[in-house]
């Protein structure tokens, strides 16, 4: 059990309209992400799914009953903060116990729930410890048992994350994956860190200003972007978008660079947006984009060319290895033109 669907969901705080009507299906099962730039409503969506705060209209539904009028308490779900929210007075086993005493649980099973979350997560010789004795991602380990024991309906997790160093992320995002496989659990995961969302989702909601731009997989989503938006907002580097004028199978930019659309699909003549992503680009001599390095990001196994192609166009461009460049230097690039996209002067996809 654990099918969440939300039925025009809106929330105002006066006469600012935070969300604005959003319909969504989590499936059970699933782990879903929500992402956004800072302010779109994904964290205030997540509130009106756990119960922490009321919508001004629209429904929620668990497992087809209306939730939308019950507490937190009576939703049967768990949620997980980006502070832990850890008692500091109390060990690890008593931060995990805390809530079930409260329901009046029999202490051999309040002692054999803990027993398998602490294995689960290998926190058991961290049981007698307090929070104060614990790393980072000690703690958010703690937080997630104190969820797990409850065996709730779906997890709920607000940026957990966040306050990790960057190295610890990337090996707890793998644990928060791994553990979604083993519990078969619904979870939905706030967090801003696009790179989380695609490494951790089934599928990702991408939100912008209390709306849902696209629901989708992560590979969809990075393959075709349903508008502008999502094209830049999910990829790292972000996609090069050039305005241009279609016409004739190929797009004319600002600059005068003429570029080659996929073959096959219909763009009809006027202003439109082509987007390539940098790691899309290779070095071509004679290619049809030209541009001069203003800097060069050198990774190791790869380069990220930052450069300047005129009259107000940027380039972004990816290339393998470390390339011999230098600042000032002219590059030519080509590309496949199936891997281009192109949208339309609303802002939607074409083809």
């Not at 797990?148 to 707890?172: G, H, K, Q, W, Y």
């Not at 660079?257 to 439109?272: H, K, Q, W």
């Not at 790691?279 to 541009?291: S, T, Y």
Request: proline share 6%; aromatic share 4%; with cysteine.
């Amino acid at each position: 059990m654990g099918r969440i669907q939300l039925h025009d969901i809106r929330k105002s705080f006066g006469a600012v309209d935070v969300l604005k009507g959003i319909d969504l299906t989590v499936d059970e099962g699933e782990l879903v992400v929500f992402v956004g730039p800072s302010g779109c409503g994904k964290s205030t969506l997540l509130r009106m799914i756990a119960g922490l705060d009321q919508p001004t209209a629209g429904r929620i539904e668990i497992d087809g009953t209306d939730v939308t009028p019950r507490s937190a308490a009576d939703r049967g779900l768990a949620m997980v903060f980006q502070s832990y929210a850890l008692y500091p007075h109390m060990t690890v086993r008593a931060n995990m116990a805390f809530g079930l005493q409260n329901t009046r649980m029999p202490k051999a099973e309040i002692d054999t729930r803990i027993a398998e979350a602490a294995r689960m997560l290998e926190i058991e010789p961290l049981l007698e410890r307090r929070p104060g004795q614990l790393s980072g991602g000690q703690r958010q380990r703690v937080a997630i048992g104190r969820a797990i024991v409850r065996r709730p309906t779906a997890f709920l997790l607000d940026e957990p994350l966040s306050n990790l160093d960057a190295e610890l992320r990337v090996s707890m995002r793998a644990e928060l994956s791994a553990l979604h496989d083993r519990l078969g659990a619904t979870m939905i995961h706030v967090t801003h860190d696009q790179v989380e969302a695609m490494t951790m989702a089934d599928r990702i909601v991408v939100l912008r200003a209390g709306k849902v731009e696209q629901v989708d997989t992560p590979l969809n989503l990075f393959n075709r972007p349903a508008n502008l938006f999502v094209a830049g907002f999910i990829g790292a580097p972000g996609m090069n978008l050039w305005a241009g004028q279609a016409k004739g199978g190929s797009v004319q930019l600002d600059n005068g660079a003429m570029l080659p659309l996929p073959v096959g699909l219909a763009v009809p003549d006027g202003a439109v947006t082509l987007g390539i992503r940098p790691q899309h680009l290779r070095p071509q001599a004679g290619g049809p984009l030209q541009a001069k390095v203003r800097l060069i990001e050198a990774l190791g196994p790869e380069s990220v060319v930052h450069a300047d192609m005129g009259a107000g166009n940027g380039l972004l461009a990816v290339l393998p290895g470390q390339p011999d460049l230098a600042r000032g230097a002219v590059i030519e690039l080509g590309y496949d033109p199936q891997s281009v996209h192109v949208f339309g002067a609303d802002g939607q996809r074409l083809g």
